[in-house]
């Protein structure tokens, strides 16, 4: 009898025992305040109902809008194309959950944090024409330098987080822009096996220079070259550089109309038949181009070392 009594008292010492440990864990304050933490300022459903954005910091503002499904940049009453998979990381912010503690609830602490509204850069997410889906202050960082202090605009809750917004606040526009002349050789859906012919004509200080490279199977023949021991790779990687051509910018004061976009032009036949026809100013003392596509108004500024690509001699295309 003594050893089911001692028995069961070490059982009950061990129950207890047990069930300290849990509440303890259950209701350890660190763990508490992860699990409040544990935040998301948007809900995931709603991201695919933004379709205007705009970005407040330092009295500039950036917006940025949708169009059948795409992304351009608002800049002087005019939209350019913008680059798509940068916008969706940056939604992505917002959606992901993530460590937000709440560090205030009043209004006392907005403008020693920086998150009064005049203070704030602003973040303001909106789909339809009825209210922001987000309107997000972000204030001053904190003493680490790697989390800033945030809340909804209309709220007095002050949450910390990393930072991760002010590289895209503070980026230049142009950052923002797809300035590729063929963006769909960014995500590998276009490439050199996709040409069937490109001519190139350009301006020289002996007159008007016209090449062809027309393709032929796995191979290029050529027209307007002499090449004698020509390197197939090589006219591949020149081609596919045309492709992949980026500028660093666009231009609103030239107009894609002007004079001097009749100087030279690469003109792409694709296997689907259809052409493309890219205009090009003469060079500046830097060698630095502008540009424009045939179908699109917009015009791009082509800096030097890449304009120097698009116009190869003879030589180039010669086996090492």
Do not use: C
């Amino acid at each position: 009898m003594l050893y089911k009594k001692q028995t069961k008292i070490l059982l009950s010492i061990i129950a207890a025992l047990i069930l300290v440990y849990v509440l303890s864990i259950i209701f350890e304050p660190e763990r508490r305040v992860s699990r409040s933490a544990a935040f998301t300022w948007l809900e995931p459903k709603l991201k695919d109902q933004v379709d205007r954005i705009r970005i407040i910091n330092s009295g500039e503002t950036k917006e940025f809008v949708m169009r059948n499904h795409e992304w351009f940049v608002v800049y002087n009453g005019r939209e350019y194309p913008a680059r798509q998979f940068r916008i969706e990381d940056f939604l992505s912010i917002f959606t992901q959950r993530a460590q937000y503690p709440l560090r205030a609830s009043t209004a006392f602490s907005h403008e020693r944090l920086g998150l009064t509204e005049a203070a704030a850069s602003r973040i303001i997410l909106s789909g339809g024409v009825g209210l922001p889906l987000l309107d997000l202050l972000i204030g001053q960082g904190d003493l680490t330098g790697q989390n800033v202090y945030l809340r909804r605009q209309g709220q007095n809750d002050v949450r910390s987080g990393e930072d991760r917004f002010t590289a895209y606040m503070t980026s230049p526009r142009s950052s923002w822009y797809s300035l590729r002349f063929f963006p769909e050789s960014e995500g590998g859906r276009l490439d050199v096996d996709g040409i069937q012919r490109v001519r190139i004509i350009t301006q020289t200080d002996t007159g008007t220079v016209t090449q062809v490279f027309t393709r032929s199977g796995r191979e290029w023949t050529f027209s307007g070259l002499d090449i004698a021991n020509p390197d197939m790779n090589k006219v591949d990687t020149y081609i596919r550089g045309i492709l992949y051509t980026e500028g660093d910018d666009f231009i609103d004061f030239i107009d894609a109309g002007d004079q001097m976009f009749s100087d030279s032009r690469i003109e792409l036949e694709f296997g689907n038949g259809t052409q493309t026809i890219i205009r090009l100013s003469p060079p500046d003392e830097n060698n630095r181009r502008y540009a424009t596509m045939s179908g699109a108004w917009y015009v791009y500024s082509i800096p030097g070392w890449v304009s120097t690509r698009l116009f190869r001699d003879a030589e180039f295309f010669e086996k090492d």
